[in-house]
């Protein structure tokens, strides 16, 4: 086994992009038809009804609160509280994550308020291998 393998972290979800050089990003594919961009695989253009028209772009790691939550409960060993995100990003794409680098609390969490998307290891978390896992935040721009 080549030690360096399991240097580079895996993805934590498929439309989170690790290139071999430069800075990991989020994927987004997009309606050739209409613009429409979505996350993830898709046949069926849900705004337009294109079938199978998607080309892969690189989503903008910048982009707006749309709406969130404070989420109190949640699995053992999961640290709660913490801000559940839904995010719209400029240029399009609406991601989910957590925004974090802001007190989970309602008087500092607004919605619109612009963030950018960081990457960072998903809290420790490994594979049976012992490989890293790398995920995506919200953090307030
Ligand atoms: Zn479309």
Do not use: W
């Not at 060993?77 to 995010?87: D, F, L, N, R």
């Not at 809290?123 to 995506?136: C, I, M, P, T, V």
């Amino acid at each position: 086994m080549a030690p360096e393998s399991a240097k580079k972290p895996l993805p934590a979800v498929d439309y989170l992009k690790i290139p071999d050089s430069g800075d990991p990003y989020l994927e987004g594919q997009k309606c050739q038809k209409c613009g429409a961009v979505f996350l993830g695989q898709r046949g069926v253009c849900s705004k337009c009804g294109t079938r199978g028209q998607f080309e892969a772009v690189r989503l903008s790691d910048r982009g707006k609160l749309y709406v969130y939550s404070i989420v109190h409960r949640s699995f053992p060993g999961i640290q709660t509280p913490y801000v559940s995100a839904v995010v719209d990003l400029e240029g399009g794409g609406t991601v989910k994550g957590n925004l974090i680098g802001v007190d989970p609390d309602p008087e500092k969490v607004k919605m619109g308020m612009p963030v950018r998307v960081v990457y960072k290891d998903a809290l420790g978390r490994k594979d049976k291998e012992g490989n890293a896992y790398l995920s995506y935040f919200f953090e307030p721009a």
